[in-house]
DNA sequence: CGTGTTATTGACCAACATCAAACTTAGTGG
DNA sequence: CCACTAAGTTTGATGTTGGTCAATAACACG
């Protein structure tokens, strides 16, 4: 999957949303793609920045987030590899979130007149990327409700639940086993809790039995009771016929 | 604006984001609209439903929402006459929210077919559907951050901000001035608060002389200071070149 | 006028934040 | 291989914010 096709996993994404036509396919592959490596910790979008690329996270773990007056960063979206994360700044100017790695990781860029006038050619392409933002905001909506309305640890066991499956889905969890490569600190950017509450609540998470973690590697031990505890439907993912339980 | 094009609003709300050619305006008041009229408390679209039409918000004011497990309600957004608040339905066969309609209000339910062919149709169309749902992204981060991140008073303060500037280029504010028509149970559930801790806030928003409110209707007395206080910046809300200050 | 809904108040409490320190781990260079 | 460092995790003590419960007051509507 590595150097030949930069889109591939792009494509296999896209895929499972909604069948493409071989030429979609093609013109995809052909794309004009500036692959860029990058460092854990490094901004390769920034926050207000009015870039004439879009970008594809082709492998590595990224995340997007906003900063809020008080100098504290928000997470608003866990980004794995083979998605378009800023299909935002094809029709925005101005980019209103960053988006940093996580890991060290391939971008793939491609200038915005490229992808718009593929997008134009190719009507199922054009579809697919329409819903594949329609299931981004999808998550977004369960996320508000997460902060919003849920306790700490419902909020972290609904987390976990979410990445397992996202992480299942992009074939990078093992049984109910996954590296996720966040701070305890990022951890609670992602929920909107504290560091030190995120510490508590994965301990209490632990003592329950829900889940085991050494370092940033993760095991579900009682899958069944983590998503009843985070209140957990994998529906909105809108991953297609699977069912996860 | 009443009776004669039903979609009149929407086609202007789509004009501010996208120049639409003659025909594509022609074709959009040629489609088959369902015009329903819609109590206060109605939910005209309810989580989980399987929709075969699209709506349009054609007056009136509602709210798209989700429910948690514990029976607790979280809304998503705000809706304003000309708004296309479910044009995720177009593409995701199950509705992951509610709608409700906040006053009494007319809906314009309109065949997903007819849509999706007259989007094919005409490019113009399709790319401002496209932006305008980017728009409600957008916004929906800042209301991720919002929640996560800020106190009580800030979040009240951004939610203020966010509905003047919305109802004002909606053509719904008075100068300062607009109705709001929430309940305060109602606007705890959009910033994740409870309606005892809502009560307490207002009074602090006004007691220091930001807001003024009889009933559901509300009056900014000091614009520049309830913007910094919640931390708002309505560049999010890529209303055009229009500044608020 | 009643009657139901919404707003307001008070008392109390739980959840979570903050601060600061100790401990662990992983990484780095000698 | 070890010492050193920096980053992350864990712990305790304490404070604040906001939730819950329950009662009362103000409105709105028929």
């Given at each position: 999957?590595?150097?030949?096709?930069?889109?591939?996993?792009?494509?296999?994404?896209l895929?499972?949303?909604?069948p493409?036509?071989?030429?979609?396919k093609?013109g995809?592959?052909?794309l004009n793609?500036?692959?860029?490596?990058?460092?854990?910790?490094?901004e390769?979008?920034?926050?207000?920045?009015q870039?004439q690329?879009s970008?594809?996270?082709?492998?590595?773990?990224a995340?997007?987030y906003?900063?809020?007056?008080?100098?504290?960063?928000?997470?608003?979206?866990?980004?794995?590899?083979?998605?378009?994360?800023?299909?935002?700044?094809l029709y925005?100017?101005?980019?209103?979130?960053g988006i940093?790695a996580?890991?060290?990781?391939?971008?793939?860029?491609i200038?915005?007149?490229?992808?718009?006038?593929?997008?134009?050619?190719?009507?199922?392409?054009?579809?697919?990327?329409?819903?594949?933002?329609?299931?981004?905001?999808?998550?977004?909506?369960e996320?508000?409700?997460n902060i919003?309305?849920?306790?700490?640890?419902?909020?972290?066991?609904?987390?976990?639940?979410e990445?397992?499956?996202?992480?299942?889905?992009?074939?990078q969890?093992?049984?109910?086993?996954?590296?996720?490569?966040l701070s305890?600190?990022?951890?609670g950017?992602?929920v909107?809790?504290?560091?030190?509450?995120v510490?508590?609540?994965?301990?209490?998470l632990?003592?329950?039995?829900?889940?085991?973690?050494?370092?940033?590697?993760?095991?579900i031990?009682?899958?069944?009771r983590?998503?009843?505890?985070?209140?957990?439907?994998a529906?909105?993912?809108?991953?297609?016929?699977?069912?996860?339980?």
């Amino acid at each position: 999957m590595s150097a030949g096709q930069p889109l591939a996993r792009l494509a296999a994404q896209l895929e499972t949303i909604t069948p493409l036509s071989e030429a979609a396919k093609r013109g995809l592959h052909q794309l004009n793609v500036r692959v860029v490596r990058v460092d854990e910790g490094d901004e390769f979008i920034r926050e207000g920045a009015q870039p004439q690329e879009s970008c594809v996270l082709i492998d590595g773990f990224a995340c997007r987030y906003k900063v809020a007056g008080g100098g504290q960063r928000q997470i608003l979206s866990f980004n794995l590899p083979g998605d378009a994360p800023d299909l935002h700044s094809l029709y925005l100017s101005r980019a209103d979130h960053g988006i940093v790695a996580m890991t060290p990781a391939r971008i793939g860029f491609i200038p915005h007149r490229e992808l718009l006038a593929l997008k134009r050619l190719h009507h199922d392409l054009s579809e697919a990327f329409w819903k594949s933002a329609l299931i981004q905001a999808s998550i977004l909506h369960e996320t508000i409700v997460n902060i919003g309305r849920r306790t700490a640890i419902q909020r972290m066991a609904h987390m976990f639940c979410e990445i397992y499956v996202r992480l299942q889905h992009n074939g990078q969890a093992d049984r109910r086993s996954f590296r996720l490569p966040l701070s305890q600190a990022a951890l609670g950017e992602v929920v909107g809790l504290s560091c030190v509450h995120v510490n508590r609540t994965l301990q209490q998470l632990r003592r329950e039995g829900l889940i085991e973690s050494k370092g940033r590697h993760h095991t579900i031990r009682d899958w069944d009771r983590l998503r009843r505890v985070g209140d957990f439907d994998a529906a909105y993912l809108h991953l297609g016929p699977a069912n996860f339980e």
